[in-house]
């Protein structure tokens, strides 16, 4: 393949297998082994007469970006094996979806247009007791949603401004930050979850599945749902027996 080729092959796929979205790059290692990418540049049509969706193509059109989708090994592994699966429309597909995900994580968040998020079916939102129980909720979600009780003060609005704002932060670097990061996540989030105990305050979540339309093709993410709700509002509804509202999750997410 050309250099521009791969270059455009490689940034478009933001160095993801376009059908698993794992990372193609192992990390150095401590005894001393570079950082090393493990991906195949696939072939779509296949290279050689008797290779998977293999058809007649020009060598520069069977070699070239447009004929080309970044995967795992075992991915490409499997569109191999299975090709009647796999057919070059479906690959071109997939390869568009995840190219358009990709720019879409990656654009500045202030310039782009919402997309619109499917109402998820129901799911409950326990209370986060825990900086871990709100690292699961926020690790690997792609969309999050995050709502909050009106703050009766600036103690309020402060400690659910950090906690929002940090819950956010550590989603978009969740996938470079590695399992020793994670740590920082637990004990980071578990300060500012004890911060909005003390002002009268309780974080609820859950990550849930969502189908997402991108430009007309229907995908699914996950939805990191948080909801930060007065203990006064909640011992107020308790009261007077009102069911509280239920989480929704319609309307945009991100
Ligand atoms: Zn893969």
Not at 20 to 32: D, H, I, M, R, V
Not at 151 to 172: C, E, G, L, V, Y
Not at 210 to 226: H, N, P, T
């Amino acid at each position: 393949m050309r250099e521009p080729d791969r270059r455009l092959l490689w940034g478009r796929a933001a160095g993801r297998c376009s059908i698993c979205n794992t990372p193609l790059s192992q990390g150095a290692t401590e005894a001393g082994d570079l950082d090393t990418p493990i991906a195949d540049e696939a072939h779509i049509v296949g290279a050689k007469p008797g290779s998977a969706r293999f058809r007649t193509l020009s060598d520069l059109e069977r070699d070239g970006y447009e004929n080309r989708i970044l995967l795992c090994p075992s991915d490409h592994r499997l569109i191999d094996r299975q090709p009647e699966a796999w057919p070059e429309e479906r690959l071109r597909q997939v390869k568009g979806e995840h190219e358009a995900k990709m720019r879409r994580r990656t654009d500045d968040a202030d310039a782009t247009e919402p997309f619109p998020v499917f109402r998820p079916e129901p799911f409950e939102m326990p209370p986060l007791y825990s900086g871990k129980a709100i690292a699961d909720v926020i690790g690997g979600a792609g969309l999050h949603q995050f709502e909050y009780d009106d703050p009766k003060n600036a103690d309020q609005r402060d400690a659910t401004r950090a906690f929002i704002t940090a819950a956010s932060d550590w989603m978009d670097v969740w996938d470079v930050i590695g399992t020793d990061g994670r740590f920082d996540v637990d004990e980071n989030m578990n300060d500012l979850n004890t911060d909005l105990h003390a002002v009268g305050l309780v974080a609820f979540g859950a990550q849930t599945s969502v189908k997402v339309d991108f430009w007309g093709s229907e995908s699914r993410m996950q939805l990191a749902a948080i909801w930060i709700r007065r203990i006064d509002l909640i011992a107020e509804e308790e009261r007077s027996g009102a069911e509280p509202p239920p989480p929704s999750g319609d309307g945009v997410a991100e």
